[in-house]
Structures are given as C-alpha cells and as structure tokens.
C-alpha cells in the first residue's frame, strides 16, 4: 500500500473529529457509541481549537490524495497525562486501513517530529483490550500506570 505521510494543514484540522472517532476502541461485543459521543468535553479535549496551542500538532497518512489516518498531539489533562510538559497522543486509522503498518510509521514520523521540537517524553491512554497497545510497546512505550481498563504508557524520546 503506497502511502505518504505529512503535516496536516490548518483547512483539515476539522477531519480530527473523525479521526477522534475511529480511535475509539469498541471491544468486542460491545454496542458502537454514536458519533455524537465525540461531543463530550472530555474527548473534546482532544481536538477543540486544535492548532491554537503552541504544542499541537498532526501528521496524517495520505493515499492517492484521501487522507486515512491521522496522530496528533497537545498538552491536556487527558487519560494518559503525566505533566504539563508531556504531550499526549492520540492515532487512528479508517478500518480499511488499519493493520498495514500505516500507523506505526506514522508513530514513528511523530516520535521524531517531538524529538527534533525538543520534547523529552510522549504519553497515551490505551485500553488492555486494544491490539494497538502491543504497537506502542514495540515503538517504546512502557506502562507507568493502570485501571482495571487501561493503561497509562509513555516513551521517552
């Protein structure tokens, strides 16, 4: 699957709302939320006024000029935040998209794009049942923190 990866410009940034859609993990047997779960203010955190923050920013995978992936990240008090110097990240991918190695390169594009902004760590929330925390894992990330449904996870850069 040829694709390429790249900054997200400022006129898609309204695409997150979908993007915050398809990265919320349905475990297997539960009922799909309905899209307006996107609305409550503690996932709205994740993309409201994206790109006013000085620590916001996104990549996106495109092919053959339809974007079909995206990993962004900012500075808020989420699931996975450590502090007020950590980013948290967020990814994913539309179904038919997923499992082709399109997100761990899009990881990986973000980890450096941090890296080279001077971050030190990254951090995640990711459901134990969520295969993509096997990703993370692979990527760096180690658990710092747990509930009975998730854990917290972090890579130092």
């Known amino acids: 699957m040829n694709y390429t ?3 997200m410009k400022k006129q898609e940034f309204p695409l997150l709302e979908d993007f915050l859609y398809e990265a919320i993990f349905i475990p297997e047997g539960m009922e799909v939320p309905p899209r307006s779960v996107i609305s409550l203010p503690e996932l709205q955190t994740y993309i409201k006024d994206f790109g006013l923050l000085k620590d916001d920013f996104a990549l996106v995978a495109e092919i053959e000029k339809q974007i079909v992936g995206a990993v962004w990240v900012r500075i808020i008090n989420d699931y996975g935040h450590i502090d007020s110097s950590t980013p948290s990240l967020a990814i994913s991918l539309y179904k038919d998209y997923r499992k082709h190695g399109i997100g ?4 990986k594009e973000m980890l450096n794009l941090l890296r080279n902004h001077g971050y030190k760590s990254v951090s995640l929330s990711v459901q134990k049942a969520n295969y993509a925390a096997k990703m993370y894992q692979k990527l760096g990330f180690k658990i710092v923190n747990e509930n009975k449904d998730e854990w917290i996870m ?3 850069l």
């Open 104 to 107: 761990i390169a899009m990881m």
């Open 5 to 7: 990866i790249r900054t």
């Open 154 to 156: 972090i890579c130092h």
